[in-house]
């Protein structure tokens, strides 16, 4: 990854403690809604994470900032910045950035100041305009060079830059102590001053300002140890920004306290290359301690792991929604990313918090669904096997919710192959939403098996599954695909298949004739149908003629999409009038990137 997405990991001591701030949110069973936070009254952000670029200023985390009274070298070090000369070994930050002239850097005849360089990372790229360096009223530098580095990292070398090429400033005969260099405002992360005389000089201390935000700045979290595997409920990120400035978040879950692997190499030779090994145990803090004592020579890869930690989840788009990343994990991390287009324009964070809650409803799920492959844009039945597996300490479920992309019926419910009720409750989604009103799923190796109708309409479509509780206000838990039941050999939860070579399917009118006379009884005509292959919205032109062709009514209809559809007409032509009885066409266009069609139909009106 980059360096804004690198992490740092503690001791096992710090994960297990650092940052977590829970809430109590609901009391009443054996479990509790918790909710970790960082900001606002939750965890300072400094503590638990890395900022890069960013400062936080009481509870809100934002882009650095500067301006032009103020010297952006305070506090350097915090923002990961430094001040240092390839020609000494002293930790310059220290000493030119306390606006105390007892402390300086100083460099004798003898060390040849012609050459001497001094460099500056200010941690982050900022919007500079001015620089000043305070010399010895006596011995200062009496020639120089500045110049400033926007940071590029493609003219990066193990995180410096190559060259300096942009120069903002020199003077080979300076006559005062103290050197002020103006220059417009840029975005600057390295400046290089340069001694261009062989007299000894002194410095006493270094000044920056400038004017905006940091274009650019992240955040990235310790790992977060909630002591055992959670399930987890919603996440919110207060955060403000607005055109010409972003905010993007990540998260992802494990099952180990370091997402990393690390690597060793061996004594066996590859081609030219020696065979690395991984360091044992993988996702501990024994394997970083162990890799950190082996000398350079022997240092092997980091790589992520990607088996016992999820990948960074997708940036986030709802910043008040559930958690990405899977459930049933005692490790989470997330990170932000800060983008700016304009100095003048910084984004800000507020709060992160997420819900969980302990213990887990089961130690697995897994679930598989059949048939996996399908005509698309044709109603199918499924059957949805859910295989569970319990600890001492989880209390189990008895309600089931799988994500349909349409409105879906069950036909039959089974445990352990007999039916059992159950009820269909209402789902603002339009999601199956199935209660065992007779029974409860907590012994290991039972198996739910549900039978439903659904419309799937697009290669890919997955039926998400999540189990609830509905005796305890317990966190929902998502299922993993997986080799649930014999029945099925899918061991996956998306379905496959060829797409019907029809872009509209099943066109209705209903009533084939009506009467909008305005009693209440077939009043209205509604024309339904599917659309497929339109993953984006797309225009679809409903017109109605008369039997001589004259066009009576164009219904104006949005982008519409994949799935089952609706368009009411009224009996009314474009002026408002009703039309008068007798039989019209109706003609339905629909054009997309993979092709156009036309549908007619003949309705009647009748008074």
Same mark, same amino acid.
């Not at 299922?479 to 872009?503: H, M």
């Not at 409903?542 to 001589?548: G, H």
């Not at 009038?577 to 009106?605: A, H």
């Given at each position: 990854?980059?360096?804004?997405?690198?992490?740092?990991? @503690?001791?096992?001591?710090?994960?297990?403690?650092?940052?977590?701030?829970?809430?109590?949110?609901?009391?009443?069973?054996?479990?509790?809604?918790?909710?970790?936070?960082?900001?606002?009254?939750?965890?300072?952000?400094?503590?638990?994470?890395?900022?890069?670029?960013?400062?936080?200023?009481?509870?809100?985390?934002?882009?650095?900032?500067? =301006?032009?009274?103020?010297?952006?070298?305070?506090?350097?070090?915090?923002?990961?910045?430094?001040?240092?000369?390839?020609?000494?070994?002293?930790?310059?930050?220290?000493?030119?950035?306390?606006?105390?002239?007892?402390?300086?850097?100083?460099?004798?005849?003898?060390?040849?100041?012609?050459?001497?360089?001094?460099?500056?990372?200010?941690?982050?790229?900022?919007?500079?305009?001015?620089?000043?360096?305070?010399?010895?009223?006596?011995?200062?530098?009496?020639?120089?060079?500045?110049?400033?580095?926007?940071?590029?990292?493609?003219?990066?070398?193990?995180?410096?830059?190559?060259?300096?090429?942009?120069?903002?400033?020199?003077?080979?005969?300076?006559?005062?102590?103290?050197?002020?260099?103006?220059?417009?405002?840029?975005?600057?992360?390295?400046?290089?001053?340069?001694?261009?005389?062989?007299?000894?000089?002194?410095?006493?201390?270094?000044?920056?300002?400038?004017?905006?935000?940091?274009?650019?700045?992240?955040?990235?979290?310790?790992?977060?140890?909630?002591?055992?595997?959670?399930? @987890?409920?919603?996440?919110?990120?207060?955060?403000?920004?607005?055109?010409?400035?972003?905010?993007?978040?990540?998260?992802?879950?494990?099952?180990?306290?370091?997402?990393?692997?690390?690597?060793?190499?061996?004594?066996?030779?590859?081609?030219?290359?020696?065979?690395?090994?991984?360091?044992?145990?993988?996702?501990?803090?024994?394997?970083?301690?162990?890799?950190?004592?082996?000398?350079?020579?022997?240092?092997?890869?980091?790589?992520?792991?990607?088996?016992?930690?999820?990948?960074?989840?997708?940036?986030?788009?709802?910043?008040?929604?559930?958690?990405?990343?899977?459930?049933?994990?005692?490790?989470?991390?997330?990170?932000?990313?800060?983008?700016?287009?304009?100095?003048?324009?910084?984004?800000?964070?507020?709060?992160?918090?997420?819900?969980?809650?302990? #213990?887990?409803?089961?130690?697995?799920?897994?679930?598989?669904?059949?048939?996996?492959?399908?005509?698309?844009?044709?109603?199918?039945?499924?059957?949805?096997?859910?295989?569970?597996?319990?600890?001492?300490?989880? #209390?189990?479920?008895?309600?089931?919710?799988?994500?349909? #992309?349409?409105?879906?019926?069950?036909?039959?419910?089974?445990?352990?192959?007999?039916?059992?009720?159950?009820?269909?409750?209402? =789902?603002?989604?339009?999601?199956?939403?199935?209660?065992?009103?007779?029974?409860?799923?907590?012994?290991?190796?039972?198996?739910?098996?549900?039978?439903?109708?659904?419309?799937?309409?697009?290669?890919?479509?997955?039926?998400?599954?999540?189990?609830?509780?509905?005796?305890?206000?317990?966190?929902?838990?998502?299922?993993?695909?997986?080799?649930?039941?014999?029945?099925?050999?899918?061991?996956?939860?998306?379905?496959?298949?060829?797409?019907?070579?029809?872009?509209?399917?099943?066109?209705?009118?209903?009533?084939?004739?009506?009467?909008?006379?305005?009693?209440?009884?077939?009043?209205?005509?509604?024309?339904?149908?599917?659309?497929?292959?339109?993953?984006?919205?797309?225009?679809?032109?409903?017109?109605?003629?008369?039997?001589?062709?004259?066009?009576?009514?164009?219904?104006?209809?949005?982008?519409?999409?994949?799935?089952?559809?609706?368009?009411?007409?009224?009996?009314?032509? =474009?002026?408002?009038?009703?039309?008068?009885?007798?039989?019209?066409?109706?003609?339905?266009?629909?054009?997309?990137?993979?092709?156009?069609?036309?549908?007619?139909?003949?309705?009647?009106?009748?008074?």
């Amino acid at each position: 990854g980059s360096t804004m997405g690198r992490s740092r990991f @503690f001791e096992m001591a710090k994960i297990l403690t650092r940052g977590l701030v829970a809430v109590q949110l609901w009391v009443g069973s054996a479990v509790a809604v918790e909710n970790w936070q960082a900001g606002d009254a939750g965890a300072s952000w400094e503590s638990v994470g890395e900022l890069i670029g960013l400062t936080a200023d009481a509870s809100v985390l934002m882009p650095a900032v500067v =301006d032009t009274t103020t010297n952006a070298l305070t506090g350097l070090g915090k923002r990961g910045g430094s001040i240092e000369s390839p020609q000494s070994r002293e930790n310059l930050t220290p000493l030119l950035t306390d606006g105390k002239a007892a402390t300086f850097w100083s460099v004798p005849r003898d060390r040849r100041p012609d050459g001497t360089s001094m460099l500056i990372d200010l941690g982050a790229i900022l919007p500079i305009k001015r620089v000043r360096i305070i010399g010895d009223p006596e011995i200062f530098l009496r020639a120089y060079e500045l110049f400033v580095h926007d940071g590029d990292p493609e003219q990066l070398r193990e995180g410096r830059p190559v060259a300096f090429t942009n120069m903002v400033g020199s003077n080979l005969e300076q006559a005062e102590s103290i050197i002020d260099v103006q220059f417009p405002l840029q975005f600057v992360r390295f400046i290089r001053l340069i001694s261009r005389s062989s007299q000894e000089f002194t410095i006493e201390d270094a000044e920056v300002f400038g004017d905006g935000f940091a274009p650019t700045g992240s955040f990235i979290s310790d790992i977060i140890d909630l002591g055992n595997p959670a399930n @987890f409920g919603k996440l919110v990120l207060q955060a403000t920004s607005d055109s010409l400035t972003g905010i993007v978040l990540q998260t992802r879950t494990g099952l180990v306290p370091d997402p990393r692997v690390f690597y060793r190499k061996t004594d066996v030779f590859e081609g030219e290359d020696r065979s690395e090994d991984p360091i044992f145990p993988i996702g501990f803090p024994a394997a970083a301690e162990e890799y950190d004592d082996l000398v350079s020579a022997d240092k092997g890869a980091i790589v992520d792991n990607i088996t016992e930690w999820s990948p960074w989840s997708a940036p986030y788009e709802d910043f008040s929604g559930n958690l990405l990343s899977p459930g049933n994990r005692r490790f989470l991390q997330f990170r932000l990313f800060f983008s700016s287009e304009n100095a003048r324009h910084g984004s800000s964070v507020d709060l992160f918090s997420l819900e969980y809650s302990i #213990p887990t409803l089961a130690q697995e799920l897994t679930a598989e669904v059949t048939p996996a492959a399908v005509t698309l844009g044709e109603t199918h039945t499924f059957d949805y096997f859910l295989r569970s597996e319990f600890a001492a300490d989880n #209390p189990g479920f008895d309600r089931v919710e799988i994500k349909t #992309p349409f409105n879906a019926s069950i036909r039959e419910v089974e445990l352990d192959g007999g039916s059992i009720p159950f009820a269909e409750e209402e =789902d603002e989604e339009g999601n199956l939403n199935v209660l065992l009103t007779a029974d409860r799923v907590e012994n290991s190796g039972q198996v739910l098996h549900i039978t439903f109708d659904a419309l799937v309409t697009v290669y890919g479509t997955t039926f998400f599954g999540k189990v609830f509780d509905s005796q305890s206000e317990e966190l929902g838990q998502n299922v993993v695909a997986g080799d649930a039941s014999p029945a099925s050999l899918s061991n996956r939860l998306s379905i496959q298949g060829a797409l019907s070579r029809e872009l509209v399917m099943d066109l209705q009118v209903t009533p084939p004739a009506f009467s909008p006379n305005g009693d209440g009884i077939n009043d209205e005509l509604e024309l339904s149908f599917i659309l497929l292959r339109a993953l984006n919205p797309v225009p679809v032109e409903i017109t109605l003629f008369d039997l001589s062709g004259r066009t009576v009514r164009r219904l104006q209809t949005r982008g519409m999409m994949n799935g089952p559809q609706s368009v009411i007409w009224n009996g009314r032509g =474009d002026g408002g009038q009703l039309v008068p009885p007798g039989l019209y066409l109706l003609k339905l266009s629909v054009d997309t990137d993979t092709g156009s069609e036309e549908q007619t139909r003949l309705v009647g009106v009748a008074y």
